[in-house]
C-alpha cells in the first residue's frame, strides 16, 4: 500500500512537474517584445494615417472658410453698391447711379481677381498676379469713351469695396 | 492741348504710376513672404492667413489703384487740357 502509494506519488511528480511547465502561459521576454513593438508599429501607422486625413479635413475646412470670406464680401459690396447707386439715383440723377453701379461692378470683379490671385499664391506661383490691375484701367477706359458714363462716380463706385472690406472686419471683430 | 501740357501730362502719368506703385510693391512682398512662411509653418490656418492677406491686399493694391487712375485721367481725360 506504501508502495504502491509511494509509487504513485512518484508516478506521480513527473505529471505534477510536467503539468505547470505545459501550463505555463508566460511566453519568452524577447517574443513579448517584438509582439509589442509590431503592435506598436501598427498603431503609430494608424495613428500617422489618421493624423493625415484630420490635417486634410482641416485644410478642407479653412479653404472653404477662405471661400465663405470670399462670398460674404462680395454680398457685402453687392449691398453696398446697391445702396449707394439708389441715393445717388435719388439725390443726383439717373446716369450718375449707373457709372457708380458699372464702378461697383467692376470693383467686385477687381475683388474676385484679386481673391483668385490669392488663392493661387503658394500653390501654383510664387508671386502676386497683376490681372487684377487690368479692371481699373479699363474702367477707365470705357468711361472716358463713353458719353453716357461719368468718371468721378464711377471711380467712387470702383473704390466701395473698400466700406465693404471694412464693414466685414468690423464684423469679424465683434464675433 | 498744347505740347508742354501734353509733356507734362505724360510725363506726371509715369511718375504717378511709378512713385505709387514702390511703396505698395515692397509691402505686398513682405506681406505675402509672411503670409507664405505662416501657411508652411500652420497649414491648418491656411483660411484665416488667407483671409487676412485678401483685406490688407485689397487696402495696400488700392494706393497702386489710386496712383493708375491719376495717371489715366491725366492722359485720357485730362482736366488742364485747354
Not at chain 1, 11 to 23: G, I, M, N, R, V
Not at chain 1, 109 to 137: C, D, E, F, H
Not at chain 2, 61 to 81: C, D, H, K, M, R
Amino acid at each position: 500500500m506504501i508502495d504502491s502509494a509511494g509509487l504513485y506519488k512518484r508516478a506521480s511528480e513527473p505529471l505534477l512537474a510536467s503539468s505547470p511547465l505545459q501550463s505555463d502561459p508566460a511566453p519568452p521576454e524577447g517574443g513579448e517584445v517584438l509582439l509589442e513593438t509590431s503592435s506598436d508599429l501598427g498603431t503609430s501607422s494608424d495613428q500617422l494615417v489618421n493624423f493625415e486625413s484630420s490635417l486634410e479635413a482641416s485644410n478642407k475646412a479653412e479653404t472653404d472658410e477662405y471661400a465663405r470670406l470670399q462670398l460674404r464680401i462680395y454680398l457685402l459690396t453687392l449691398i453696398v453698391t446697391a445702396f449707394a447707386a439708389s441715393i445717388t439715383a435719388i439725390v443726383f440723377d439717373l446716369f450718375s447711379a449707373i457709372s457708380l453701379l458699372v464702378g461697383g461692378l467692376s470693383g467686385l470683379l477687381y475683388l474676385r481677381l484679386l481673391a483668385r490671385s490669392i488663392g493661387k499664391l503658394g500653390k501654383s506661383s510664387n508671386s502676386l498676379g497683376k490681372i487684377q490691375l487690368v479692371v481699373p484701367v479699363l474702367l477707365v477706359l470705357v468711361v472716358t469713351k463713353s458719353p453716357q458714363l461719368e468718371l468721378l462716380p464711377s471711380l467712387l463706385g470702383f473704390l466701395l469695396y473698400k466700406p465693404s472690406l471694412i464693414i466685414q472686419v468690423l464684423l469679424e471683430s465683434k464675433t | 492741348m498744347d505740347s508742354i501740357t501734353t509733356a507734362a501730362s505724360v510725363v506726371a502719368a509715369g511718375l504717378a504710376v511709378g512713385l505709387g506703385a514702390i511703396g505698395p510693391g515692397i509691402g505686398q512682398g513682405s506681406a505675402a513672404q509672411g503670409a507664405v512662411e505662416g501657411i508652411a509653418r500652420q497649414p491648418e490656418a491656411e483660411g484665416k492667413i488667407r483671409g487676412t492677406l485678401l483685406l490688407s491686399f485689397a487696402f495696400m493694391e488700392s494706393l497702386t489703384i489710386y496712383g493708375l487712375v491719376v495717371a489715366l485721367v491725366l492722359l485720357f481725360a485730362n482736366p488742364f487740357a485747354g
